[in-house]
């Protein structure tokens, strides 16, 4: 070796591979306003299409009269629910196994419901002939409690249902019910509580919000009559069901659909499902022959396409006298609004709910959900959550709060008292899952001694005594919370949407130079794909991640995936570009053994190449490797060098962390502020840590907005309020609490990587440690429970019923 | 979100400017930064027919003082109004209300004129007008006249403004040297407008106040200038007694809507919150 010859760390550090805090690639073009995404693209001929919407929440429809509309120059089409039944497409499957109306079928269900699809020149024009478009309204009784959907007198929201006592996930009980789903042991729980010291009982809601993107929905959909062919562009996390939905639902042979899913500006959950706006572009598209943008505003986004929660769960603790918790049951009433549209794997009509035993040994538990129909707007998509699990970690860490103040326990000695231990592990839990890794204790300790427990609760000690002495008005809280996440869905045994198991995939072409395109099934809406995929595979196969170009989002040339949410991408996509990666890997290993002349049984991998075993002069890098792929492969061998790998995981994976809040707040107006907060992440495998902890500030800075602020509200009367970002709380720069991050590794078994998934973990987590922080500060006045959102004036409510406010 | 179809007019000169607001009445409206105006015709709430760019209209801008009056003219913008050397001086009390409106962006456009003129209770500068005890200047086909701020504003969107009007000029007495101030401002976030905020100037002599007055931001449909407060604090040592007692009359002024910021009750007790803040640190801002 001569002196030019790079060193084993030199050539390893060349590659940007795992464990790197590489750069973001895509931020090159993102941070110049180069990104490419839907709203960008500009067709020779396209037209726009809009919304007449209703104003009623609850309403008949007597009459539509579009010909002023049609009149106003410019005006191409206005299609309603008449002209889509002529397609069949009037309604929709949703992905939880019922129907959605595209178009308003003879009556609404929500406010600002889509009645009509204007199709224009421009998008002045459309909005123009909007207010033309008279539509005749007989308006019905509104329901929006959902306490009160399943009384006897409650109002029939769902008359095409009328007489189905049968719903997709079994036997429905009213006219408003959705579903009944139920888990657990029954009897073993009330023995449980029978035979309980201490219980607990409380209705813990969490409320309405949504995942608000910054890029709304939207589609560009261009039919070509001659050939056949359906192109849509869109905001589509999962493009890949987009089309097969398409093909299904048009009749149009899926071969003849190409669907792009472009740059995305966030999606949270948001652009999971299909909507209206997608059915009626397609359909205009094919009605028109040109191509038809539709392009959601602010407004329509957070009243119409997918809330999230809305979960109200009566939650159940059993415990010792020593604190051990012996039982769980909780009962889940959930608001669905006009349709039940939830993007959860379709044999999962609460999602993963029953996670909800958390962190914690639960010998036993039971779990019964009930879905009911509200006039409000459909969706319960997971913001930035595996399936529901954001409310289950919310459900069982209020719950441990409560329980250990009625124990006069510490909640954070309470909860290290129940965790499941190290040797536990794979753990069965009471509602049926294995968690896969975990080491909670660890966790726990380094997190309590780097924020200083134990001299915080002295603190707060001290300044609860100042308030009681009249010399303070400000109160203290500490907020704990150990959250375990759900993540990877999933499985083929027990994971599917609309029947199409949740694998997912990657396919990797090495060129003859040595570089590499790589495609995967899933589709990144801001969560750095095209710098951590190159990271794996330029760990795996050697080529530097610079190298190394990531595709995602085109269906006609990433192979088949299920796409991005819920934390899947890294535990089922990850692991299927490691496993491709391996096969190059092994095909390399046999040409590098012609090319050395030895048996590949000789040969060792090192960093970027292989070289002979005791010999590390003899050998070949990946880029030598990759040439003679395609000029000199051995004999019988086919030549080039590329693979393709479709992974079902065998599990799910566990990621879990601990999250500490202080805040300090003013009783006099109500207003919190965090003085710290601090999370430690354990997701396994880091595989860039600069991209973990960018994901973990916006979960957080998320997680803040739900629990102090952001909501979508309606009145009694079905008004929905808050729709807009004057009312609907997202904090700035200003407002957002700085974060302390921290981690601990704890790999996944069974993961080809030992990777977990972290994108949710912090909006998981971090809801239940601002809630605990505000209920934690009052309790020491009398308070148990006070449900989201913690805003100023619910706060100075709290601080006004326990008798603060002289 | 798209407004609906207007003409677009920009004058040179205040005369043209009335003159296109008088040939088209109701129809026309003057747009200064469009802050307040275009989020309205976006939601098409506000529909004119005719919009009357006030920007290049030069007579509209600058800040000057003679004879112990202070005049901003209509375009200066809420950044002028922080960056002025003059109100730092002499009124210190505007620098720190811009500072609490909107962002920096919506600084850089909205104007003085725009916000008071508005007629939306969610403003801050109409109460701090009538705390100040300021003028405004309204241009019409027939020339000038003035209104007090106390006496402008009828209800939301409501005021004394004639259609074919043009407010030029605010006039604010400059207050004596020494004075204290203060504006509180309670809100959700950055941009939002006031759950309630109060404004407060007041001078004192020996531990006594010799002048005080007192204005609320959004906690009814106009600005409220709360005499009866200033009064009872006049001529006190702000003792306890009676500055609960001044909170008292100026929270029974109020009638707050309830909203995303809170339901009416809390808004008034924060009225009252913000008044008590506020006339603290007036009260250490005054000199003795
Ligand atoms: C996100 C956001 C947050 C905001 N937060 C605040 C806040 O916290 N506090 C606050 O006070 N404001 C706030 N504003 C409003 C902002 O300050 C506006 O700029 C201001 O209210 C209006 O000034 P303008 O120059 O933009 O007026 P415009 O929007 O142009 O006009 C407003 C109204 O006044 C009329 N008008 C304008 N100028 C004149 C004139 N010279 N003579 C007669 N009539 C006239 C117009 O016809 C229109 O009806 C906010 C605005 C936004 C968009």
Not at chain 1, 687 to 693: A, H, L, V, Y
Not at chain 2, 44 to 71: C, F, N, Q, Y
Request: glycine share 8%.
């Amino acid at each position: 070796m001569n002196d030019m010859t790079p060193t084993r760390e030199q050539r390893e550090a060349a590659l940007e591979g795992m464990g790197c805090k590489r750069k973001r690639v895509e931020d090159v073009r993102f941070t110049q306003g180069k990104g490419q995404y839907v709203d960008d693209l500009k067709l020779p001929g396209m037209v726009f299409g809009d919304f007449v919407r209703s104003p009623y929440p609850h309403a008949k429809i007597t009459r539509i009269d579009a010909s002023e509309a049609l009149k106003l120059p410019g005006v191409i089409a206005v299609l309603t629910a008449e002209d889509l039944k002529g397609v069949n497409l009037a309604w929709m499957p949703t992905l939880a196994g019922d129907v959605q109306m595209v178009l308003a079928d003879g009556k609404v269900l929500y406010q600002n419901q889509e009645v009509a699809f204007v199709v224009a020149e421009d998008r002045y024009i459309a909005d123009d002939a909007i207010q033309l478009v008279e539509v005749d309204y007989e308006e019905l009784p509104v329901l929006t409690d959902p306490f009160k959907s399943m009384d006897s007198d409650a109002p029939v929201l769902r008359p095409d249902l009328e007489g189905k006592m049968e719903g997709a996930h079994g036997p429905r009980k009213h006219h408003n019910h959705i579903f009944n789903w139920e888990v657990g042991d029954k009897d073993e729980t009330a023995k449980a509580f029978a035979e309980a010291d201490v219980t607990i009982n409380e209705m813990i809601s969490y409320h309405r919000t949504h995942p608000s993107p910054l890029e709304t929905c939207q589609c560009v959909a261009s039919m070509d009559k001659v050939k056949g062919e359906l192109t849509v562009w869109g905001t589509f996390q999962a493009p890949h069901v987009i089309r097969t939905v398409a093909s299904l639902l048009s009749t149009i042979p899926e071969h003849k659909i190409h669907v792009i899913a472009p740059d995305i500006g966030g999606g949270f959950g948001n652009k999971v499902g299909a909507y209206p706006g997608y059915i009626c572009s397609i359909v205009a598209s094919i009605v028109t022959g040109v191509p038809v943008k539709w392009v959601e505003d602010r407004m329509e986004n957070l009243s119409t396409t997918s809330f999230a929660r809305d979960y109200h769960m009566t939650t159940e603790i059993a415990a010792k006298s020593d604190g051990t918790v012996t039982g769980l049951k909780v009962h889940v009433l959930a608001d669905h609004g006009g349709f039940d549209a939830c993007a959860d794997p379709s044999k999962w009509p609460a999602g993963f709910f029953n996670i909800v035993t958390g962190s914690y040994d639960f010998p036993t538990a039971h779990l019964e959900v009930d879905g009911v129909y509200t006039n409000k707007a459909p969706g319960g998509v997971a913001y930035r959550c595996s399936f529901r699990v954001t409310e289950a970690a919310y459900c069982i860490e209020r719950g441990m709060d409560i329980l250990a103040q009625k124990l006069e326990m510490d909640p954070a000695d309470l909860r290290i008292k129940n965790f499941i231990k190290p040797e536990q592990f794979p753990y069965q839990s009471a509602l049926g899952w294995e968690y896969d890794s975990g080491d909670y204790h660890t966790a726990m300790q380094k997190a309590m001694d780097t924020i200083g427990y134990r001299e915080l609760r002295v603190e707060q000690k001290a300044k609860q005594e100042a308030f009681k002495r009249g010399e303070t008005r400000e109160i203290m809280g500490i907020g704990v919370s150990f959250f375990t996440e759900i993540v990877g869905a999933g499985p083929s045994k027990n994971c599917d949407i609309l029947g199409v198991a949740m694998f997912d995939s990657a396919e990797i072409r090495v060129h003859p130079t040595g570089s590499v395109i790589s495609r995967m099934g899933t589709k990144s809406q801001g969560q750095g794909h095209e710098t951590t995929w190159a990271q794996i595979i330029a760990t795996e196969i050697g080529i530097p991640a610079a190298d190394i170009m990531v595709e995602e989002g085109n269906t006609d040339t990433a192979p088949y995936g299920l796409g991005t949410y819920g934390s899947r991408s890294t535990p089922v996509a990850g692991a299927a570009i490691a496993l491709a990666a391996r096969k190059i890997r092994n095909k390399a290993q046999m040409i590098a053994a012609h090319m050395l002349e030895v048996s590949e049984y000789d040969l060792e991998w090192d960093v970027d190449g292989f070289q002979v075993k005791g010999n590390p002069e003899a050998r070949k890098s990946m880029k030598e490797i990759a040439w003679a792929a395609y000029h000199a492969p051995p004999p019988n061998m086919e030549p080039g060098l590329e693979a393709v790998s479709y992974y079902d995981p065998p599990n799910m994976t566990y990621p879990f962390g601990a999250y500490f809040c202080v805040m300090d707040i003013d009783v006099d107006t109500g207003v919190a502020t965090t003085r710290r907060f601090y999370a430690l992440d354990d997701c396994g495998t880091r595989i860039n840590p600069m991209i973990i902890e960018g994901q973990v500030h916006g979960g957080l800075t998320e997680a803040f907005a739900i629990a102090m602020g952001q909501e979508i509200r309606y009145d009694e009367t079905g008004n929905v309020l808050g729709a807009s970002f004057m009312d609907f709380f997202i904090p700035t720069a200003v407002e957002t609490p700085h974060w302390e991050t921290d981690h601990t590794v704890t790999p996944s078994p069974h993961h080809p990587i030992g990777a977990k998934g972290v994108g949710e973990s912090p909006n998981v987590g971090g809801v239940p440690a601002f809630s605990n922080a505000v209920n934690d500060a009052f309790q020491f006045l009398g308070n148990t429970h006070i449900q989201m959102p913690h805003d100023a004036w619910r706060n100075w409510q709290a601080a006004k019923n326990l008798g603060a406010h002289s | 979100m798209i407004p609906g179809e207007f003409t677009y007019h920009r004058p040179s000169s205040v005369a043209e400017a009335v003159a296109i607001l008088v040939s088209h009445g109701d129809e026309a409206r003057p747009l200064s930064g469009g802050h307040s105006l275009i989020p309205m015709m976006k939601l098409r709430m506000a529909a004119p027919e005719h919009l009357v760019d006030l920007g290049g209209i030069a007579d509209l801008k600058g800040i000057s003082e003679d004879g112990g009056t202070i005049t901003i003219r209509a375009m200066t913008t809420q950044h002028e109004l922080i960056e002025s050397d003059l109100l730092s001086e002499k009124l210190p009390i505007v620098r720190e209300t811009s500072l609490l409106i909107a962002d920096p962006q919506i600084r850089y456009l909205g104007t003085l004129g725009g916000n008071v003129a508005n007629g939306d209770p969610g403003n801050d500068m109409p109460a701090l007008m009538q705390c100040l005890n300021a003028s405004y200047v309204l241009t019409g086909p027939d020339g000038n006249r003035e209104v007090a701020a106390r006496d402008f504003y009828e209800a939301a969107y409501f005021t004394a403004l004639a259609p074919e009007e043009i407010l030029t000029a605010v006039k604010i007495p400059t207050p004596p040297a020494g004075h204290g101030w203060a504006y509180e401002k309670l809100k959700r976030k950055v941009g939002d407008y006031a759950t309630a905020a109060a404004a407060v100037m007041l001078s004192m002599s020996g531990g006594t106040v010799t002048s005080c007055s007192v204005a609320l931001t959004n906690v009814a449909d106009t600005p409220l200038y709360a005499a009866d407060a200033g009064d009872i604090l006049n001529g006190s040592t702000l003792d306890e007694a009676t500055v609960a007692r001044a909170v008292a009359a100026a929270e029974a002024i109020t009638d707050p809507a309830s909203d995303g910021r809170g339901p009416a009750e809390y808004r008034t007790k924060m009225a009252g919150i913000m008044m008590q803040r506020a006339l603290a640190r007036a009260a250490e801002r005054a000199s003795a």
